[in-house]
């Protein structure tokens, strides 16, 4: 598949993901995340948004989990502040 398809499909997967966050439903962000997984690649923006549905649920191994995918994924870490 070409770079920009790839690119484009994991933007469509990370808006549905931003509103389930954004509308609170925690679940909802997991199952779409299960989902995107069986075809796309997650990239740091996917991460975020599955981390925060995890810690609002307080689901401490899970997020143990996907921090672990993280790494393993290769994505760089991005910290605000100086």
Request: aromatic content about 12%.
């Given at each position: 598949m070409?770079?920009?398809?790839?690119?484009?499909?994991?933007?469509?997967?990370?808006?549905?993901?931003?509103?389930?966050?954004?509308?609170?439903?925690?679940?909802?962000?997991?199952?779409?995340?299960?989902?995107?997984?069986?075809?796309?690649?997650?990239?740091?923006?996917?991460f975020v948004c599955v981390l925060t549905s995890y810690a609002c649920i307080k689901a401490l191994e899970a997020g143990r989990n996907i921090h672990t995918k993280v790494l393993q994924s290769g994505c760089e870490s991005t910290v605000c502040g100086q």
């Open positions: 070409a770079p920009g398809i790839v690119q484009s499909d994991t933007f469509a997967w990370n808006w549905r993901l931003a509103r389930a966050v954004k509308a609170g439903q925690n679940e909802k962000t997991i199952e779409l995340f299960q989902e995107m997984q069986q075809g796309m690649i997650p990239d740091t923006f996917t």
